[in-house]
């Protein structure tokens, strides 16, 4: 939803957490114009550290919109601070459990509600040694299905610098350079009302993928690797990926730059 309907605890949230954010970050910030004004809509972000969800929210807040993350029920259960993100309509992820579907479709009712919801298709920071993209989880893909909400792809790059997930180090040092960049919407249209299995599943994650390894390579500059796996192979697998993203689904199927 847009965020001239917030409420109390999401304007408290806001006062917390963005004055800090602008002392900190020095923001490069683009593409808004991708991210529409109002409905529901998707919002997918490569995850490079336990810092980016706050730059994140402060991206798509200057934008225009509500961010409604998915995230770990764990952090929920923070004394006060799970109980805020519950007030500012967050979404929590019990992962491993029969609780796990709950999230999907408390997403579904938020999206149709009209929110914006921010996804990390990754579903934690990246294992890539050089922080590129990995191989999603189909979450994206299934609430792209249910939905028909467009995916906007947003990459993001410096808050590493600020929280390095491989070094467990903390820089808190003023005007840390942070790129966040929105582009066009995936076309997922192949996979429009497909049946949910695996293959298409997979297929419609890749493509998100794919879309913001690259997004990603125009902030970092250079040729992206090919999308990396835990278990390896990556190049054989980026070509089937590249490969399913370029064919039918079915038989049948046929910059705004700111900084606040």
Request: a positive charge; proline letters at 9%.
């Amino acid at each position: 939803m847009a965020r001239r309907r917030l409420g109390f605890w999401s304007r408290f949230a806001v006062c917390l957490v963005k004055p800090p954010l602008i002392a900190l970050t020095k923001r490069d910030w683009r593409g808004w114009e991708h991210i529409p004004a109002d409905g529901g809509v998707i919002l997918a972000v490569n995850h490079v550290s336990h810092a980016d969800p706050f730059t994140t929210a402060h991206y798509v807040y200057d934008s225009g919109r509500w961010p409604q993350f998915l995230g770990k029920e764990s952090v929920f259960r923070i004394p006060l601070a799970g109980k805020i993100l519950y007030w500012c309509r967050q979404i929590p992820v019990h992962r491993g459990t029969a609780d796990a579907v709950k999230a999907l479709d408390a997403a579904v009712a938020a999206v149709r509600a009209g929110g914006a919801i921010v996804i990390y298709p990754e579903g934690t920071t990246t294992k890539e040694p050089d922080l590129w993209p990995m191989r999603g989880k189909t979450g994206v893909a299934r609430l792209a299905l249910a939905t028909g909400a467009p995916v906007i792809p947003i990459a993001t790059w410096g808050p590493e610098k600020i929280f390095d997930p491989r070094t467990k180090k903390i820089r808190l040092m003023p005007k840390i350079p942070v790129s966040l960049w929105a582009g066009p919407p995936v076309d997922l249209s192949k996979w429009a009302g497909a049946e949910p299995s695996a293959t298409v599943l997979n297929e419609m994650t890749d493509a998100v993928m794919i879309r913001l390894r690259d997004l990603l390579a125009e902030i970092r500059g250079g040729q992206a690797p090919p999308i990396w796996s835990p278990g390896g192979g990556d190049a054989a697998a980026d070509q089937a990926v590249t490969a399913a993203a370029d064919k039918p689904a079915r038989p049948d199927a046929a910059s705004k730059d700111g900084a606040r």
